[in-house]
């Protein structure tokens, strides 16, 4: 099997920021309840973009980093829970608007956990050969399906995208070990319906209303911090690495509680938890790449630094990916 690296990413977000004290002036909230419940100061809401917009911009600056030419890449995988239309895919909107004329492309939905599958099941097509270069995008308008008179989820919730270039390699870095999870018994934890049942044999058609998030938090949280500790264990293991390997581990950025919880469980500083959810929220599919970007943007990321993508989201659904950069 051959070997897979990152060799570019990018990402965008919307200009429009939503503080906290902002939603305070649509719900019953306050900025001090959000930060300390969650981590969260602003979050980005678009005033426009589409969920492709946000896709293709993040695509754009991942191709430009990869210094790839978009004609070589051969597969686009896009995770969403928030696609434009039900057809065409985000992946086909992105694939037409970047001209990556000879790329397949479908979209993927694993809720927060969208990146990591992705990015996973990217790199399998590449290491077997089939192909040669991949691009993997995580967006989510997040904001299209929130309920603005919901407390407990709208405080929550940001918009926006990350991407990354793959390509198959023959150098011995880059992904080196993955595990994806789900328990769909856990499914009403976290859901957002879609279009009802609706055609000449249905007695009274269901009058159709926006479909938007519905969340048990607490259940979701004791998930998360339980399902996280040991997806990490699990891809350690899988790699035969140990926690003071690891340079940074970036997490689905949902709250800092979670990952406040999940870094003692796993007896690791918090420091290695790369973070920036307090700029701009939960983005959903984005998180992690938005967050990887950022860290490399910054030049934090050093090349053999190992670090660990991981995260969990609707389905349930968890996973994490060990690279060494
Ligand atoms: N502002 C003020 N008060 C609030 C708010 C708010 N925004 N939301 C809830 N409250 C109130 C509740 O009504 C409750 O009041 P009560 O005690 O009078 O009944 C009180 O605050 C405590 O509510 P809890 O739900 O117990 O608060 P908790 O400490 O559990 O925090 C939170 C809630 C932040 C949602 C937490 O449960 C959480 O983070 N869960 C995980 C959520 C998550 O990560 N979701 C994304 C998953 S990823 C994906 O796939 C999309």
């Not at 306050?30 to 981590?39: A, L, M, P, Q, Y």
């Not at 990591?116 to 997040?142: E, N």
């Not at 926006?210 to 969340?215: E, G, L, T, V």
Request: proline share 3%; aromatic share 8%; with cysteine.
């Amino acid at each position: 099997m051959r070997h897979v690296r990152i060799i570019g990413t990018g990402s965008y977000a919307p200009d429009n920021i939503m503080s906290n004290d902002d939603i305070a002036k649509l719900v019953e909230t306050n900025d001090e309840w959000i930060k300390s419940r969650t981590g969260i100061k602003e979050r980005r809401i678009s005033t426009k973009e589409t969920s492709s917009d946000m896709a293709y911009e993040a695509a754009l600056r991942a191709v430009q980093a990869a210094e790839t030419d978009p004609n070589e890449i051969d597969l686009i995988i896009c995770a969403t829970i928030t696609p434009d239309y039900c057809m065409p895919s985000v992946a086909c909107q992105v694939q037409g608007r970047l001209k990556a004329e000879n790329a397949a492309a479908f979209d993927l939905n694993a809720a927060c956990t969208g990146f990591v599958y992705a990015l996973t099941t990217a790199s399998q097509f590449l290491q077997t050969g089939m192909y040669q270069k991949a691009l993997v995008i995580g967006v989510d308008t997040i904001s299209k399906i929130i309920d603005w008179q919901d407390r407990s989820t709208c405080v929550l919730f940001g918009d926006g995208a990350g991407a990354a270039v793959l390509s198959a390699t023959s150098d011995r870095r880059g992904i080196i070990a993955s595990t994806l999870n789900s328990d769909g018994s856990k499914h009403a934890f976290l859901y957002c319906e879609a279009v009802p049942l609706s055609n000449p044999y249905v007695e009274s058609l269901e009058e159709r209303t926006a479909p938007s998030i519905r969340m048990l938090g607490q259940e979701v949280f004791k998930f998360a911090v339980r399902n996280v500790t040991d997806t990490i264990q699990t891809v350690l293991e899988k790699a035969n690495r140990e926690g003071k390997d690891i340079k940074y581990i970036i997490p689905h950025q949902a709250n800092y509680r979670i990952i406040e919880a999940v870094a003692k469980n796993c007896k690791l500083p918090i420091e290695k938890f790369f973070m920036n959810l307090e700029r701009y929220g939960n983005t959903s599919s984005a998180s992690i790449g938005i967050a990887l970007d950022e860290l490399v943007q910054t030049g934090e990321l050093h090349r053999g630094d190992t670090i660990i993508l991981v995260g969990f989201g609707g389905g349930m659904t968890g996973g994490a990916i060990l690279i060494d950069w």
